[in-house]
């Protein structure tokens, strides 16, 4: 896959962490922001799937949501 170069800012104490956990796993900074940022990407897009099903077939029932939260650990 091709990838581009851009200039991006963090705040200090994030781009410190980032540059530890990468450091730890090879020191690849640049693929873990990458593999930070798809993640988000799919959370975004999940997000985007559940709204369209809640406008389709409405909302979830919070009786069938506690259910299912007392079923699955936090």
Partial sequence: MA???????FDE????EAE??????GGNLSA???RAV????R???GTELLAEDDDEFGAVPESVQAGIAAEWPA
């Fill in 38 to 41: 798809r993640r988000e990407l």
């Fill in 43 to 45: 959370v975004a897009h």
């Fill in 13 to 16: 104490s994030v781009l410190a």
């Fill in 3 to 9: 990838s581009r170069k851009r200039s991006i800012s």
């Fill in 20 to 25: 530890e956990r990468s450091a730890a796993a």
């Fill in 32 to 34: 873990f922001v990458n």
